[in-house]
């Protein structure tokens, strides 16, 4: 950040008094502009046993596979946001059945959630950011070509949690690793 969002004024990096973490404070209208951690909210569309990934369209991760998900909106909650991401990139509409995997990505300010849900009549499509979507049997899914790391782990969980059909909520972190963006 380089200027103040409310004056316009350019702003200082500091430690503000009474805080402990440096900040990005306006010192012409004293606004502290605090920076807090990013919600992505998902789904595992689920529709008779397939799981429905969509081949991305926009970088980062062109033509990879991945789960439908997406930075939260203002105003809606972290289901709905996990719905909507589904209905934008698959065109498909779910129903929201459970919370599923909480996991911390530290090293990039975001927390990832995604939710377990179950498509409402089994259509879907490509949306404008993906190439294309599919269903795939847990043994088809395509481990190779999956987009990022949250999503493989969570795809992980879920296709080892299928065969005893129980899916506990599971809260995890990753950490950076070289060459890892995310
Ligand atoms: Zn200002």
């Not at 008094?17 to 990013?38: F, K, L």
């Not at 296709?159 to 950076?176: A, C, G, K, L």
Request: proline content about 7%.
């Amino acid at each position: 950040m380089k200027y103040c969002s409310t004056c316009g004024h350019p702003v200082e990096h500091r430690v503000p008094s009474g805080d402990n973490r440096h900040r990005y404070v306006c010192p012409s209208c004293e606004t502290i502009h605090y920076q807090n951690p990013r919600i992505v909210a998902g789904t595992v569309p689920v529709w008779e046993g397939r799981i429905l990934l969509c081949r991305r369209a926009i970088e980062p991760r062109y033509g990879y596979w991945t789960l439908p998900a997406g930075f939260m909106e203002n105003s809606e909650t972290t289901d709905e946001a996990a719905a909507r991401e589904t209905r934008e990139e698959a065109l498909a509409e779910v129903t929201i059945d459970e919370l599923y995997t909480i996991i911390h990505v530290p090293h990039i300010d975001q927390v990832h959630m995604f939710y377990r849900a179950t498509l409402t009549d089994g259509r879907y499509g490509a949306g404008e950011e993906s190439l294309e979507t599919e269903l795939f049997e847990p043994h088809d899914i395509p481990w190779d070509e999956i987009s990022f790391p949250t999503v493989k782990r969570t795809l992980e969980h879920f296709v080892e949690d299928m065969r005893s059909n129980r899916f506990p909520v599971r809260v995890s972190d990753i950490r950076h690793r070289m060459g890892d963006k995310r």
